[in-house]
């Protein structure tokens, strides 16, 4: 019988204790996001497709050498170049320019190897994450456009 | 006669009206307190601080088709959700708001209410059955124990106070608590020192007797799917919904005219009708932080908190009162 009654109370008593504890929580501010519109920082190691770096010009920090597209074991890089003549101190010299940079990030793993592999630290991740699509095409991403694009 | 004819029209607008609203925006508080309980803003988007979304959802509600499973019973099935609003919107004609504020008061109105409220098992054990559905059938067969075992320490305890006061019209209960807080039901008085604790196994049963956490048992998502309303969609469901709602009103009202001194004020002031608003809605605001806080409990549980601690603690307060009401 005695336990009859200190159950009663000590449950009753625990009940109160949350009741409570949700009743401070009432009045703490939120802690969510409102996605669509407030964003969080993505941290510094995020991953998202890799994207070209570009120079104090704004062109591509790229020399077209191709490290990127052996190292990627998916095979998801194809870039192309051209030679164009540019002049320098007074004479023309040929130099390999950056015609075609294109992704096909439906193959891709985010490994990072063409990043590690870039002598020149041309590419690096970006912090894209809103990749959502129903149609494969919208990730096959041309790098080039897309750094005229953050230039404009 | 016509003149009566449209009172009575009237009055029953007024009470939907107010059911319906109640309904649709004690669902929005109930959102935004469980979301401010977890630390996050809850229907924030729709009109200012979430305000517009009660009648967009039930615009997305009426605007569902209402399908009928295949092997379900169709006269039972559209009947349940009409029996679950209907006896909750009837009850609000005998409860008094204030001193002039009532439908029609009745001189049965504690009887009038409780009879109304059994009906709401009715309804459940209906959706449950009527739907051909395991789930459905298991939930009501829970739900309908639990409303049995928790109506009976509710009677026992309105019962106590019928006592007191010697009536069950409730506005004669609420007129003799008039005249400060002291004066209450809840408070203990000559007639019996346990009535704060009656107080609670009222409220508690209240709880119980609307089907909300933690006694949702008839509705326990995590093991019945959606319980008897598994079936239910467009405004089938919307009317349990309001139907639970307006059951949370009923309740709140009934536990306010019967222990707090109905629209009587505390210190003597202002007398009218807020007060007895203001103090349905806290109570109504406890039913939410309780849903919030408490997890479900179990169907055993449930009733040996009825039949062991409820209904004998009742059962003594109501002895207790009658002796003393003997003695004094």
Request: hydrophobic residues 50%.
């Amino acid at each position: 019988m005695g336990g009859y009654f200190s159950d009663i109370f000590y449950g009753s008593k625990s009940l109160l204790i949350g009741m409570g504890i949700t009743f401070r929580e009432f009045f703490k501010p939120t802690v969510t996001v409102q996605y669509p519109y407030q964003t969080i920082k993505m941290s510094a190691r995020f991953r998202g497709h890799i994207e070209l770096i570009a120079d104090e010009e704004g062109k591509p920090k790229c020399v077209a050498c191709g490290m990127c597209q052996r190292a990627c074991p998916s095979g998801c890089i194809s870039l192309d170049s051209v030679s164009v003549d540019i002049e320098v101190d007074g004479k023309v010299k040929k130099k390999k320019v950056l015609s075609k940079y294109d992704l096909d990030f439906t193959k891709c793993s985010l490994c990072g190897q063409c990043v590690e592999n870039c002598n020149f630290g041309a590419i690096d991740f970006s912090k894209e994450y809103n990749l959502a699509s129903t149609r494969k095409e919208d990730f096959h991403f041309n790098l080039l456009k897309r750094l005229e694009e953050r230039n404009a | 006669m016509s003149l009566t004819l449209l009172n009575v029209i009237v009055a029953v607008v007024i009470a939907i009206a107010f059911a319906a609203a109640n309904a649709a925006y004690l669902v929005w508080a109930e959102r935004r307190g469980a979301a401010r309980i977890q630390r996050r803003p809850g229907p924030n988007i729709n009109g200012p601080f979430g305000l517009l979304q009660p009648p967009l959802d039930g615009i997305k509600l009426m605007t569902k088709q209402l399908m009928i499973p295949g092997g379900a019973d169709k006269i039972l099935f559209m009947v349940a959700p009409v029996l679950a609003m209907a006896p909750a919107i009837m009850s609000f004609v005998t409860i008094p708001f204030s001193e002039g504020i009532a439908a029609h008061n009745m001189e049965l109105g504690v009887l009038v209410i409780f009879a109304f409220a059994s009906m709401g098992a009715m309804a459940i054990l209906f959706a449950g059955w009527g739907s051909r559905n395991k789930y459905s059938v298991m939930a009501s067969v829970r739900a309908v124990s639990q409303n049995v075992s928790y109506e009976i320490p509710m009677l026992i305890t309105a019962i106590t106070v019928v006592m007191t006061t010697g009536s069950m019209d409730l506005k004669a209960i609420s007129m003799a608590q008039s005249g400060g807080f002291w004066h209450w039901n809840i408070f203990p008085s000559l007639h019996s020192p346990l009535m704060p604790i009656s107080f609670i196994i009222f409220f508690i049963c209240s709880l119980a007797e609307t089907n909300r956490a933690p006694f949702d048992l008839g509705e326990a998502e995590s093991e019945l799917v959606a319980g008897f309303h598994t079936e239910y969609g467009s405004m089938g469901f919307g009317l349990f919904f309001m139907g639970e709602y307006a059951n949370i009103v009923i309740g709140a009202s009934l536990t306010t005219i019967l222990f707090l001194g109905g629209w009587d004020c505390p210190f003597g002031m202002f007398p009218g009708v807020w007060w007895f608003l203001l103090k349905i809605y806290l109570l109504i605001a406890t039913f939410i932080w309780i849903r919030w806080t408490f997890p479900r409990t179990t169907i055993y549980g449930l009733l040996n908190l009825s039949w062991k601690i409820l209904i004998p603690i009742s059962l003594f307060n109501l002895l207790l009162t009658a002796g003393l009401l003997k003695v004094f």
